[in-house]
């Protein structure tokens, strides 16, 4: 969801503060949005998610572009042995929902929130055992060097697992989601949020953003082996997993 038109060739969205000020805004009605606009499916796509993190024990993981923080719930309830969970984003005041959030679900204590930019975090080098990012990405105002940052805060053998938008292949498919993107999802935004231009940038930035197959090809150059993307929902979404060569 990008207030700033989409950079021309960089399919993605402004700078970090522009960026965050939108989310800002918009923090209060976020989660009920991301219900309606998905019908319901983004909690499932967050599972799926979650789910691909594996068993390891006493993990590490970063959550960049964090928001209200429904991905790093799921991933604590999925997945037991986190040891350290840390969530990171621009914006304060999608953190204090999340934080809200946390402390509802008795979770204050299992979670490190910190607000800054995913493109230059202030982590040390190998510092987690896995990174995840979902729906965030695509606003970031430099994808490779967000993909950059992940590899290096990356432990050699982590896994990074990046949930993002994508279009559908089926070509009628398409058609009529772009419709909905272009149509519904700005009204639907508009009247629930009152922010139009959040929704209509948020139509932009998903046309703008990379297709599957070259952002595998980003995460590669970016350093990761074993690249893969899943399709969720006929392709409405997808999943990009990869992992830091072990050294
Ligand atoms: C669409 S929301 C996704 C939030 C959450 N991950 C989820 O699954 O609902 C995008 C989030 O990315 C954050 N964001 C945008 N650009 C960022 C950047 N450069 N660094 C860190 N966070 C960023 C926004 O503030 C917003 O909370």
Redesign the pocket.
């Known amino acids: 969801?990008c207030k700033d038109p989409p950079v021309e060739g960089s399919a993605s969205c402004g700078a970090?503060s522009r960026?965050?000020e939108m989310?800002d805004r918009i923090s209060p009605t976020?989660d009920l949005l991301?219900r309606l606009l998905s019908l319901g499916r983004d909690r499932a796509w967050?599972r799926r998610t979650a789910e691909l993190l594996g068993q390891g024990k006493g993990l590490r993981v970063a959550?960049?572009?964090?928001?209200?923080g429904?991905?790093l719930i799921a991933l604590l309830q999925r997945c037991p042995p986190i040891a350290e969970a840390v969530g990171?984003?621009?914006?304060e005041r999608?953190l204090g929902v999340f934080r809200r959030k946390l402390h509802r679900n008795g979770l204050a204590d299992r979670v490190k929130l910190v607000q800054?930019?995913?493109?230059a975090t202030p982590f040390p080098e190998r510092a987690f055992d896995a990174v995840t990012?979902?729906?965030?990405i695509r606003?970031?105002?430099d994808v490779g060097a967000?993909l950059g940052e992940i590899h290096r805060i990356l432990k050699p053998g982590g896994i990074v697992l990046i949930?993002e938008f994508s279009l559908p292949k089926n070509r009628a498919l398409r058609w009529c989601h772009l419709k909905y993107l272009r149509l519904g999802v700005p009204f639907i935004g508009a009247v629930v949020s009152g922010d139009r231009h959040a929704y209509r940038y948020l139509d932009e930035s998903i046309e703008a953003f990379y297709p599957p197959s070259d952002f595998c090809a980003l995460m590669r150059e970016a350093g990761f082996a074993e690249v893969s993307a899943a399709p969720l929902s006929w392709g409405v979404a997808s999943i990009y997993r990869g992992m830091k060569q072990p050294a």
């Open positions: 969801m970090p960026v965050g989310f976020y991301n967050r959550d960049l572009a964090t928001g209200t429904d991905l990171l984003d621009v914006s999608m800054a930019d995913a493109s990012m979902a729906f965030g606003n970031t105002s967000t949930l």
